[in-house]
């Protein structure tokens, strides 16, 4: 199989999502169980971002969404740039604004969705 071909990407970006999603959901699950929610960067990001209610938020359901995110941003962006045959330093200049791109994008969506949620709450 060429590392080229279609299937051969599909295959990494799905392998290397599962695994970047276990990873990160039981780390950040152990956070939660020993009440460290601070601790978990992007949460205190989408707070103070888009002003929601700490106390109001399931972190437990929650984290299954962030985990989500973050998997599918780190898999896809390094799925797309090991996909590009182009220089070294321009695989990098393309990874890092695509990876801020997807960050500010898919955390803005799920930030207003929260906030939806809250004020539907209320």
């Not at 103070?48 to 898999?75: A, D, P, R, T, V």
């Not at 801020?100 to 709450?121: P, S, V």
Request: proline residues 1%.
């Amino acid at each position: 199989m060429n590392s080229n071909s279609p299937t051969f990407i599909l295959y990494f970006f799905l392998v290397f999502f599962v695994i970047i999603y276990c990873v990160q959901y039981i780390w950040d699950y152990r956070k939660i169980k020993k009440k460290k929610t601070d601790t978990i960067m992007i949460t205190s990001y989408v707070i103070k971002k888009f002003k929601l209610n700490k106390n109001k938020i399931n972190y437990k359901k929650e984290l299954k969404w962030m985990c989500l995110i973050n998997s599918f941003i780190i898999s896809g962006v390094g799925t797309f740039v090991s996909s590009i045959d182009t220089y070294i330093f321009l695989q990098l200049g393309i990874g890092f604004v695509l990876l801020f791109l997807l960050i500010y994008a898919l955390y803005e969506i799920y930030g207003r969705h929260l906030k939806k949620l809250q004020r539907r709450d209320e």
